[in-house]
């Protein structure tokens, strides 16, 4: 449920995943190189815009940290992750990313993939984000924005109240995830649909020739990813 990430020709950040994981490589790369910063071993950790529960699942399963709550706004999302994903230590409940359900200083990592540009406002979700991150906590990030839209979050960012660690453009690293699962994907789509609805699940998985492929490629569409630090 992301466009995933895929090291270019001089990296060398690919993951070693069980066989059962392995057909959603692309998207675990993503969030694996989003969180790579800090060792997430037996640490609280948030993720917000959970999902399906998939990077979540993969978090708590492969980099141990003591407990991970998925915190989603859709109740068929959460129904979803409550039922397929049975891992100690992992829980999903419903909840607003600008008004988020917990005490302050209760993690020590906050992971937001791919979900902010849906909000209503940023500045809500970030100080939500500060409220809720212990002393010295986290802020791992990763989401698309219209070129014209970069300052804008940039200006977010450093007026949050944390410190800005890293801010790095991983646009052709989306790029190349997508070009080397389109036939996977297509292969997906067309075995799942077979009528209208064919073509709004290409243009959402952001398969070749779909808009946001193609806003993608020309540079007109970025994908950033920010590390930040209460």
């Known amino acids: 449920m992301n466009y995933g990430y895929a090291p270019l020709h001089d990296q060398f950040d690919t993951v070693k995943l069980d066989e059962t994981d392995e057909p959603n490589r692309y998207f675990i790369q993503l969030y694996q ?43 068929r999302a959460i129904q979803f992750c409550n039922h397929a994903h049975d891992v100690d230590g992992l829980s999903f409940i419903k909840g607003d990313a600008e008004s988020l359900p917990f005490n302050a200083e ?48 940039q200006r977010q960012m450093e007026q949050s109240g944390m410190k800005i660690l890293k ?41 070749k020739g779909s808009k946001i492929y193609e806003s993608f490629q020309s540079g007109t569409m970025v994908y950033l990813h920010y590390v930040l630090q209460k």
């Open 167 to 207: 801010r790095e453009d991983i646009t052709q690293n989306v790029v190349r995830s997508l070009d080397l699962d389109n036939e996977r994907k297509l292969l997906l789509i067309r075995a799942l649909f077979h009528n209208w609805l064919l073509k709004p699940f290409q243009e959402f998985a952001g398969v």
């Open 33 to 75: 190189h989003v969180v790579s910063a800090v060792d997430l071993t037996n640490r609280d950790v948030l993720e917000i815009g959970s999902g399906r529960g998939g990077g979540a699942s993969y978090i708590k399963r492969y980099l141990k940290p003591k407990a991970l709550t998925g915190v989603d706004f859709s109740d």
């Open 106 to 153: 209760r993690f020590d990592v906050v992971i937001n993939i791919e979900s902010s540009h849906c909000y209503g406002s940023m500045a809500a979700f970030l100080a939500n984000v500060k409220r809720v991150l212990r002393h010295n906590g986290y802020l791992f990030y990763a989401d698309l924005r219209n070129r014209n839209d970069v300052a804008v979050l």
